[in-house]
């Protein structure tokens, strides 16, 4: 959750400064902007298309009746790990849109013009620190207390690739099907 409203904050904060630039007549301080939201607003699809490729590897992407939702594993021991695997992703997503966006800065030459460098770093720089941040907040549960309470259970994820657990041994057939 926490990184949700990471994602809900920089989207907010790189459209209403796109939109400050636009006002105050700075063409190039607003396409920056423009295109890290855009690069930033990609990042939930891009955590889809990185759990669909690991679905699409292990081969289960093939047998849909045995794929479970989060609402299939509630109230189970495998809930924890279900969420360790979304949250692992997630922030891999993050991570990945980041760098994709650094890249297209450096290709569009705005980290060599010395008027805006430091706004793209800037902004490149804001979703790794609230990821660092996030990853301070699950170690120190005393800091997740201070400046998330009641959610320290939102940061008690480890980083998992897959499941420790047979997502195969019960498969779900809607009523009426053989």
Not at 10 to 28: K, W
Not at 50 to 65: C, D, K, M, W
Not at 128 to 141: E, Q
Not at 161 to 173: A, F, G, K
Request: net charge negative; glycine share 6%; hydrophobic share 50%.
């Amino acid at each position: 959750m926490f990184m949700e409203w990471s994602l809900a904050l920089g989207t907010n904060v790189y459209f209403f400064a796109g939109m400050a630039f636009v006002s105050l007549g700075h063409i190039q301080g607003h396409i920056i902007c423009m295109n890290m939201l855009m690069i930033t607003a990609f990042g939930p699809g891009f955590f889809r298309v990185l759990r669909h490729a690991r679905e699409f590897v292990t081969g289960r992407l093939f047998q849909p009746s045995n794929y479970k939702n989060y609402l299939d594993v509630v109230g189970t021991a495998h809930l924890r790990n279900f969420r360790c695997v979304e949250s692992s992703y997630f922030c891999m997503a993050f991570v990945f849109t980041d760098a994709y966006a650094a890249f297209v800065f450096h290709q569009t030459g705005v980290f060599a013009d010395p008027e805006w460098r430091r706004l793209a770093l800037a902004f490149v720089a804001l979703p790794i620190a609230f990821l660092v941040f996030g990853i301070l907040l699950r170690c120190f549960p005393c800091l997740t207390d201070l400046f998330w309470p009641g959610q320290s259970e939102d940061f008690n994820w480890y980083f998992c690739l897959d499941y420790d657990w047979n997502v195969l041994e019960e498969p779900l057939v809607p009523e009426g099907c053989p």
